[in-house]
């Protein structure tokens, strides 16, 4: 198969893998600036969330610049995200 279209199963699994620790450094970094909601924000806190995903688009395709290689790292996104917004509104446990 084409390279460029279909790059093979470890480098997308390394995209996979990639992309979920940067979606936690970048999950634990906004947090970590106490912003909730995108209403909290401030022009200069969008500004900087979007060159931040500008930043760390390399870090989770690394070399591979193929269609295949950019939708495994959506789709990653998608599923972490979805994952996360379920954990973290999930009821806790009363405790007995």
């Given at each position: ?7 093979g ?20 970094g906004?947090?970590?600036s106490g ?10 806190d ?5 060159l931040l ?8 395709t690394?070399p591979?610049t ?8 959506a789709i990653?996104?998608?599923g ?7 954990l ?9």
């Amino acid at each position: 198969m084409n390279p460029i279209v279909f790059p093979g199963g470890l480098v997308l699994l390394q995209i996979a893998l990639r992309t979920l620790t940067v979606y936690a450094i970048v999950l634990i970094g906004v947090r970590l600036s106490g912003k909730r909601e995108v209403g909290q924000m401030t022009p200069f806190d969008l500004t900087l969330l979007l060159l931040l995903s500008n930043a760390v688009q390399n870090a989770m395709t690394g070399p591979d610049t193929s269609l295949i290689g950019g939708a495994t790292a959506a789709i990653t996104l998608l599923g972490i995200n979805r994952i996360t917004a379920r954990l973290w509104n999930a009821p806790w446990p009363a405790n007995t």
